[in-house]
């Protein structure tokens, strides 16, 4: 209870008691997730439909208290993890222990794993997942929306966390194809190339 307590404190939403009573926890981190996210209805049915004593939570959060949502997260053996979503895909990574080898040069997490030492992992799945809604058959399809990615130029816009893995992930199959940057900030989308460089 104490640390739900601590929690509380961190963040700006109302947390859901009944999810609260749950044996352990994941969230979702942003500025606002409770107002848009649908993981935290997705990932609920799921741990229910399979009876697992896990709730997903909102947890809006603002900049100032970052750190301490992390703080008690890494103390807290009922957290698991969370998801990271806008504006802290970046700033989040500071305050994490170590990234995920491959995660390194994005500099960017949208997945975090607590191990049960309390040791934040920072991961980064959205590069791999942008292949995959590109290149794979999803339901409801014929086919992929490419067959393949290789020569072919691409045109990104925008540099931020999300940006970054896709970017990352695009290096990796573009073989002679293109790869185009565009953000509002010059400034961003020049680093981010010559991180990828």
Request: aromatic share 6%; with cysteine.
């Amino acid at each position: 209870a104490d640390d739900i307590a601590q929690l509380q404190r961190c963040v700006t939403n109302r947390l859901d008691p009944t999810a609260l009573g749950a044996a352990r926890l994941v969230g979702i981190i942003g500025d606002r997730p409770s107002a848009y996210s649908k993981s935290p209805d997705l990932w609920n049915a799921v741990f229910h439909a399979l009876q697992m004593d896990v709730a997903y939570i909102p947890l809006d959060v603002d900049e100032s208290r970052l750190s301490d949502l992390i703080t008690v997260m890494r103390a807290s053996s009922r957290f698991l993890g969370a998801n990271v979503t806008v504006p802290y895909k970046i700033k989040i990574v500071r305050y994490l222990d170590r990234l995920e080898e491959k995660t390194k040069p994005i500099k960017a997490v949208n997945t975090i794993v607590r191990s049960s030492a309390g040791e934040l992992l920072g991961c980064n799945t959205d590069g791999q997942g942008f292949l995959v809604s590109v290149l794979d058959v999803l339901p409801g399809q014929n086919g992929p929306f490419l067959p393949r990615l290789n020569g072919v130029d691409v045109l990104l816009i925008g540099a931020g966390g999300a940006a970054r893995a896709v970017a990352f992930a695009l290096a990796e199959v573009l073989d002679t194809g293109k790869l185009v940057i565009c953000n509002r900030a010059r400034e961003r989308a020049q680093d981010l190339a010559q991180d990828l460089q």
